[in-house]
Nanobody, 120 residues
Framework: QVRLVESGGGLVQAGGSLRLSCAAS???????????YRWYRQAPGKQRELVAA???????NYANSVKGRFTISRDNAKNTMYLQMNNLNAEDTAVYYC???????????WGQGTQVTVSS
């Protein structure tokens, strides 16, 4: 079992920045079994979309809409993943979710989400 807890959301003006964190907890074997970590977001009335992903070795992928503005990173020693979001705009307003998946069982884990609201 792995528990994911997001933090760092809030209200920010357009052009501003926020840094989201996702802390993973569980047994060492469970944590070590996790592969990719991902950030998803879901805006009102829209489907959940993948924002960014990072592998255990640090390979990253980004949605086109956030490339150049968002940076995903992870601190394996702290079992924590981050999403640095710069130059935010109203279209970034959404609930942001942390996600990971076991490399062995392929079971997915989700955090509870953190609200990001960008005022224009």
């Amino acid at each position: 079992q792995v528990r994911l807890v997001e933090s760092g959301g809030g209200l920010v003006q357009a052009g501003g920045s926020l840094r989201l964190s996702c802390a993973a907890s569980g047994s060492d074997s469970s944590i070590n079994a996790m592969g990719w970590y991902r950030w998803y977001r879901q805006a009102p009335g829209k489907q959940r979309e993948l924002v960014a992903a990072i592998s255990s070795s640090g390979t990253t992928n980004y949605a086109n809409s956030v490339k150049g503005r968002f940076t995903i990173s992870r601190d394996n020693a702290k079992n924590t993943m981050y999403l640095q979001m710069n130059n935010l705009n109203a279209e970034d307003t959404a609930v942001y979710y942390c996600n990971t998946q076991s490399s062995f069982t392929f079971r997915e884990y989700w955090g509870q989400g953190t609200q990001v609201t960008v005022s224009s």
